[in-house]
């Protein structure tokens, strides 16, 4: 069929190009004017495409200065005559005056509502006593209705001079009769004040659950700290956020992903989260493309139910992976390691599954047509993990499943994988298993890892050049709210493994380089959700999402990195974020 089209096109373009003629319109331009036009054109840029020319040098196969855009996509990218021959009377034209353009960051991990519920919770990011603490809890207290919950979220007792964690009795002290529970930063933990233990009908008798820890003091009374899966009983007595304040609490957390350059998030959120994207998807108020996870935990059916409500070919909402958890993390010292903790020689973490379980479930899952990313941070919860994987590949192999490329890549993942033995490291690539990881992470991690790990499990941690120089697919992302949403923050930590202040320094053989660090923020990322065919590059037919920043981070010193401005950010070809817009 192609074999006979082409030649009645050519015919038509003849024909045509000679009518032009007759008119008096130059032939040279005939051609133009069968060419769609650009609905944009953004021109005299410094444009980081992220595309190599095998056949040119790095430098002039990833820079251009001129990107035309149709509808969503991208027409053409080049320098300015080329890309203007697309301009028609009715494109818009946009002076980008030399500023830095690269493709949009793609958050391969974050929480985005819960990112957005904790700017109206407590929010104690940062507080660094527990006087500072309890005071933010007080102002809370005082201001909401009688007897209504206080929840927040964001302590880390770490950055305490005395790195004790807080108790039930530190909270009524200043709860009054209001329950209340407060999640450690990296939500492994949790700690609850003696009404909300009530509610939750947690007491001396109570039992440990599997998977989780209820602390407790000499006496054997719960002393409000919950690990884990203990936490269950606190945060379902605790009421859901109304369907308002779940959409105001959205819309909060989208506006910092595009004010930071964020125009794509691999999210972990609820299914009530995600009929609000839907909501604002409808009223075109969705302003980052979201693959929104499943839980791995759920039956096939619920899966199958949500996935088919949902399909890939929205590619502004769609489910993504399932997201199941093999332990905890290493601040709470929850994280499944294969030996004891350095520094607390009888714990070793909380695995969250026994293994047989979690390999038939896993395999069921992948024959079932499912990509799986689990959340392991501990060496013994990266070996459940790939163990799991590895039986899953091969049945999905001898059943012939395809993945969801229509090959044999089922593009499965490690979400964190901190701390990894050399021969696990090896596994990820016999398997292809993406290590979705967040480099900004050892910024915080860094004051205490060394102590939790000791040397030897430390110089394999947070191991992100040994990963690449075994040829795995590295993913970046923040883990937004635990960690500040800024990929440049991240950046940073990539290229240095050094602390915000230039003090302290962390196994610096696994610094990547600025090329590295951003492929894994872009393609790497788009790669992990299936879509480097859609997202990640600055060529024709891809998305047009992209953001203009204040510097080329490929030339600023990373302390300068940190300081980055976005100017504006653009998702399909609309504005999003306009730094401009927001001074006047």
Same mark, same amino acid.
């Given at each position: 069929?192609?074999?006979?089209?082409?030649?009645?096109?050519?015919?038509?373009?003849?024909?045509?190009?000679?009518?032009?003629?007759?008119?008096?319109?130059?032939?040279?331009?005939?051609?133009?004017? $069968?060419?769609?036009?650009?609905?944009?054109?953004?021109?005299?840029?410094? @444009?980081? /495409?992220?595309?190599?020319?095998?056949?040119?040098?790095?430098?002039? *196969?990833? #820079?251009?200065?001129?990107?035309?855009?149709?509808?969503?996509? @991208?027409?053409?990218?080049?320098?300015?005559?080329? &890309?203007?021959? !697309?301009?028609?009377?009715? /494109?818009?034209?946009?002076?980008?005056?030399?500023?830095?353009?690269?493709?949009?960051?793609?958050?391969?991990?974050?929480?985005?509502?819960?990112?957005?519920?904790?700017?109206?919770?407590?929010?104690?990011?940062?507080?660094?006593?527990?006087?500072?603490?309890?005071?933010?809890?007080?102002?809370?207290?005082?201001?909401?209705?009688?007897?209504? !919950?206080?929840?927040?979220?964001? !302590?880390?007792?770490?950055?305490?001079?005395?790195?004790?964690?807080?108790?039930?009795?530190?909270?009524?002290? &200043?709860?009054?009769?209001?329950?209340?529970?407060?999640?450690?930063?990296?939500?492994?933990?949790?700690?609850?004040?003696?009404?909300?233990?009530?509610?939750?009908? @947690? /007491?001396?008798?109570?039992?440990?659950?599997?998977?989780?820890?209820?602390?407790?003091?000499?006496?054997? %009374?719960?002393?409000?700290?919950?690990?884990?899966?203990?936490?269950?009983? &606190?945060?379902?007595?605790?009421?859901?956020?109304?369907?308002?304040?779940?959409?105001?609490?959205?819309?909060?957390?989208?506006?910092?992903?595009?004010?930071?350059?964020?125009?794509?998030?691999?999210?972990?959120?609820?299914?009530?989260?995600?009929?609000?994207?839907?909501?604002?998807?409808?009223?075109?108020?969705?302003?980052?493309?979201?693959?929104?996870?499943?839980?791995?935990?759920?039956?096939?059916?619920?899966?199958? =139910?949500? +996935?088919?409500?949902?399909?890939?070919?929205?590619?502004?909402?769609?489910?993504?992976?399932?997201?199941?958890?093999?332990?905890?993390?290493?601040?709470?010292?929850?994280?499944?390691?294969?030996?004891?903790?350095?520094?607390?020689?009888?714990?070793?973490?909380?695995?969250?599954?026994?293994?047989?379980?979690?390999?038939?479930?896993? #395999?069921?899952?992948?024959?079932?047509?499912? $990509?799986?990313?689990?959340?392991?941070?501990?060496?013994?919860?990266?070996?459940?993990?790939?163990?799991?994987?590895?039986?899953?590949?091969?049945?999905?192999?001898?059943?012939?499943?395809?993945?969801?490329?229509?090959?044999?890549?089922?593009?499965? #993942?490690?979400?964190?994988? $901190?701390?990894?033995?050399?021969?696990?490291?090896?596994?990820?690539?016999?398997?292809?298993?993406?290590?979705?990881?967040?480099?900004?992470?050892?910024?915080?991690?860094?004051?205490?890892?060394?102590? #939790?790990?000791?040397?030897?499990?430390?110089?394999?941690?947070?191991?992100?050049?040994?990963?690449?120089?075994?040829?795995?697919?590295?993913?970046?992302? %923040?883990?937004?709210?635990?960690?500040? &949403?800024?990929?440049?923050?991240?950046?940073?930590?990539?290229?240095? +493994?050094?602390?915000?202040?230039?003090?302290?320094?962390?196994?610096?053989?696994?610094?990547? =380089?600025?090329?590295?660090?951003?492929?894994?923020?872009?393609?790497?990322?788009?790669?992990?959700?299936?879509?480097?065919?859609?997202?990640?590059?600055?060529?024709?037919?891809?998305?047009?999402?992209?953001?203009?920043?204040? $510097?080329?981070?490929?030339?600023?010193?990373?302390?300068?990195?940190?300081?980055?401005?976005?100017?504006?950010?653009?998702? *399909?070809?609309?504005?999003?974020?306009?730094?401009?817009?927001?001074?006047?």
């Amino acid at each position: 069929m192609m074999m006979r089209i082409a030649p009645m096109l050519l015919l038509l373009l003849t024909a045509a190009c000679a009518v032009q003629a007759q008119n008096g319109v130059p032939m040279q331009n005939a051609e133009n004017a $069968q060419k769609p036009k650009a609905d944009l054109i953004f021109t005299h840029g410094n @444009i980081y /495409t992220g595309v190599v020319d095998p056949a040119a040098s790095l430098e002039a *196969g990833k #820079r251009a200065e001129s990107l035309a855009i149709r509808g969503d996509r @991208i027409l053409a990218v080049g320098m300015p005559d080329d &890309v203007m021959k !697309w301009k028609g009377p009715d /494109t818009k034209v946009v002076d980008l005056g030399g500023r830095f353009v690269m493709p949009g960051f793609n958050d391969a991990h974050m929480h985005l509502a819960s990112a957005g519920l904790e700017k109206m919770n407590v929010n104690l990011v940062g507080v660094k006593t527990l006087d500072e603490f309890r005071e933010r809890l007080r102002a809370k207290c005082e201001a909401a209705e009688p007897l209504e !919950w206080v929840v927040g979220e964001g !302590w880390d007792e770490t950055l305490w001079p005395v790195k004790v964690l807080p108790t039930r009795w530190d909270l009524d002290e &200043v709860s009054g009769k209001h329950p209340v529970y407060l999640e450690r930063v990296d939500g492994h933990i949790g700690v609850a004040n003696t009404r909300a233990l009530q509610l939750a009908s @947690i /007491t001396v008798a109570s039992r440990d659950p599997e998977g989780g820890k209820i602390d407790r003091d000499e006496a054997g %009374t719960p002393n409000g700290i919950l690990r884990e899966k203990a936490q269950e009983a &606190v945060q379902t007595v605790i009421p859901k956020p109304t369907h308002e304040k779940r959409r105001q609490a959205i819309e909060l957390a989208l506006a910092d992903l595009a004010s930071h350059g964020i125009t794509s998030a691999q999210d972990n959120s609820s299914w009530d989260d995600l009929q609000i994207y839907e909501e604002l998807e409808h009223d075109g108020k969705l302003t980052a493309r979201i693959s929104e996870w499943l839980p791995f935990d759920d039956s096939i059916e619920t899966l199958n =139910n949500k +996935r088919d409500s949902h399909p890939a070919s929205d590619n502004m909402l769609h489910t993504g992976m399932l997201k199941g958890f093999m332990d905890g993390s290493l601040g709470s010292k929850t994280a499944a390691l294969l030996e004891p903790y350095s520094d607390d020689p009888k714990n070793s973490g909380l695995p969250q599954y026994e293994a047989a379980k979690l390999n038939a479930m896993t #395999r069921e899952r992948v024959l079932a047509g499912y $990509q799986i990313g689990f959340h392991a941070i501990g060496d013994k919860g990266v070996q459940l993990a790939v163990d799991a994987f590895a039986e899953a590949e091969k049945a999905a192999k001898e059943a012939k499943v395809r993945a969801a490329d229509g090959g044999t890549d089922y593009r499965l #993942r490690i979400e964190h994988a $901190q701390v990894t033995a050399p021969q696990q490291i090896l596994r990820f690539k016999e398997l292809k298993v993406i290590a979705s990881m967040q480099p900004s992470h050892l910024l915080t991690d860094m004051n205490w890892a060394e102590s #939790r790990l000791g040397a030897k499990r430390a110089e394999h941690s947070y191991a992100w050049a040994e990963f690449l120089r075994h040829g795995v697919v590295l993913a970046f992302g %923040t883990d937004y709210p635990v960690e500040p &949403v800024t990929p440049f923050r991240g950046i940073y930590s990539a290229l240095t +493994r050094t602390s915000e202040d230039g003090k302290k320094s962390y196994y610096p053989a696994e610094k990547l =380089n600025i090329e590295q660090a951003i492929a894994a923020y872009t393609t790497g990322a788009a790669y992990a959700e299936f879509a480097e065919k859609e997202k990640g590059k600055l060529e024709p037919g891809m998305l047009a999402d992209f953001v203009v920043l204040d $510097q080329d981070i490929t030339a600023a010193p990373p302390p300068k990195i940190l300081a980055t401005k976005v100017l504006r950010t653009v998702v *399909g070809g609309k504005t999003v974020y306009d730094i401009e817009s927001l001074r006047h």
